[in-house]
């Protein structure tokens, strides 16, 4: 099966160009910040310097492996999905469900080894960079110097290769299952991330304004809340369309498409709401910390820069990552649709009221998304903002947030409707039959 799945890649390596972006940029991210431990771990740097290094390394190599692995799955579910009918011809003519999982995941090693080894270079680059800002900032001396070394390349690497193996056996084995699978598990884990998020953001009112760790306990919270929202995504987006119908021929087809794929398009949602929840506490609270420290006239200290520079790099990650799953996930479930497509005109529609449609689509996956992740978000913005400042509400203004919500629609509307276009210069008979 192995040699099947590297003769599958040299048949067609287009199918895996989004599997392999991901491993690239999963690889680059994580090598760029444990080459921080490395450099690090170097004869004479001094304490505060190796702290700082070690800490930037330990924090966002962290969020940056559970973001690869997501981002992975990701793009191994989309092409899952894609080779639906090759699947179950494989298993007409023989294949047992083991060889084609074994089929299916030596191939998403292979690309994810591949894109792991490509990544080695910017990293590199990616990581000297990091070390002049940090040395800009004052947290690293300029004495140090950067060293790429065995912790880097072999965390890219085998966790590349681990998310990209353990994505590619879910997803495949979702795919071989002759009976739906009931959900039961992710509704348990969905109310239990919910759960612990409410504790989470509770406990905020147990630090005291000054407490160094004050920021922890909303921002985790908020992320786990956001969580939580994301694995209920079929039901909130159900919900929400039974209670907002829309006139007129193009909103009542994007009603009842949305309707009917609801479980397909919570894979848009999932980065959607994990976006703007991550990215709106984060800079929300931290412009909220810098505020409260320029009032009381006290320089910055190391420990601030480092959270500064930190929180500022985890949201340039998930901005990266979740523009990485919307793009996939959206191009995927509209390229499908060719045939759908193809016959609504032929019922009458035209290409017009058929973009109308997606566009209505895209606006309420939009606002579902930024919904729910604003909620997750102000669920632990606002008990921060009143612990650190005794004030309500952050005095930040709406600016941060429209800048969120401008990027989420943006990459929304933008990839469905460019692939949508795309689809409709296909004559419409040719995409009904070419797709049957």
Not at 93 to 120: C, F, W, Y
Not at 239 to 255: E, I, M, W
Request: hydrophobic share 50%; with cysteine.
């Amino acid at each position: 099966m192995f040699a099947l799945a590297l003769r599958s890649i040299r048949k067609r390596p287009g199918r895996f160009t989004a599997t392999l972006l991901s491993a690239f940029l999963g690889a680059a991210i994580i090598m760029t910040f444990n080459s921080m431990h490395d450099t690090a771990g170097q004869p004479g740097v001094d304490s505060v310097s190796a702290e700082s290094l070690s800490t930037a390394a330990s924090v966002v190599g962290g969020y940056g492996s559970l973001l690869v692995f997501f981002a992975v799955a990701s793009t191994l579910t989309v092409n899952v999905r894609q080779r639906g009918a090759e699947i179950e011809l494989l298993r007409c003519s023989g294949a047992t469900p083991a060889q084609i999982k074994r089929m299916v995941v030596g191939e998403s090693v292979a690309v994810a080894l591949v894109g792991a080894v490509l990544a080695i270079g910017p990293a590199m680059l990616g990581g000297q960079a990091l070390l002049h800002v940090f040395q800009d900032s004052g947290q690293v001396r300029r004495s140090v110097d950067y060293s790429f070394g065995p912790i880097a390349l072999l965390s890219g690497i085998d966790v590349t290769v681990l998310a990209a193996a353990g994505a590619a056996f879910l997803a495949v084995r979702r795919a071989t299952q002759r009976r739906q699978p009931r959900g039961g598990a992710r509704k348990f884990l969905a109310y239990a991330a919910l759960a612990v998020g409410v504790a989470a953001v509770c406990s905020t009112f147990a630090f005291s304004a000054r407490d160094a760790a004050l920021m922890a306990p909303p921002a985790y919270g908020a992320i786990l809340l956001s969580v939580g929202f994301a694995l209920l995504s079929p039901r909130l987006l159900k919900g929400l369309l039974d209670r907002l119908p829309l006139s007129g021929p193009s909103g009542y087809l994007a009603v009842r498409n949305m309707r009917r794929r609801a479980e397909e398009l919570s894979g848009v949602l999932m980065p959607l709401i994990l976006f703007t929840c991550m990215a709106t506490a984060t800079l929300y609270m931290q412009a909220v910390e810098n505020d409260a420290i320029d009032d009381s006239g006290v320089p910055k200290s190391v420990d601030a820069k480092n959270l500064e520079t930190l929180n500022l790099v985890v949201v340039g990650i998930i901005v990266v990552f979740s523009c990485i799953m919307l793009i996939n996930s959206l191009y995927a479930a509209t390229t499908y649709r060719s045939r759908e497509f193809g016959q609504q005109r032929l019922a009458g529609a035209t290409p017009g009221q058929v973009l109308s449609m997606v566009g209505a689509e895209g606006m309420l996956l939009t606002v579902t998304g930024v919904f729910f992740g604003t909620v997750a978000g102000l669920a632990g913005i606002l008990p921060f903002t009143l612990v650190r400042t005794d004030a309500t509400w952050p005095g930040q203004g709406l600016g941060i947030w429209l800048a969120i919500v401008a990027v989420a629609a943006a990459v929304t509307l933008g990839t469905s409707l460019f692939t949508a276009r795309r689809a409709l210069r296909t004559p419409a008979v040719a995409a009904v039959t070419i797709a049957a």
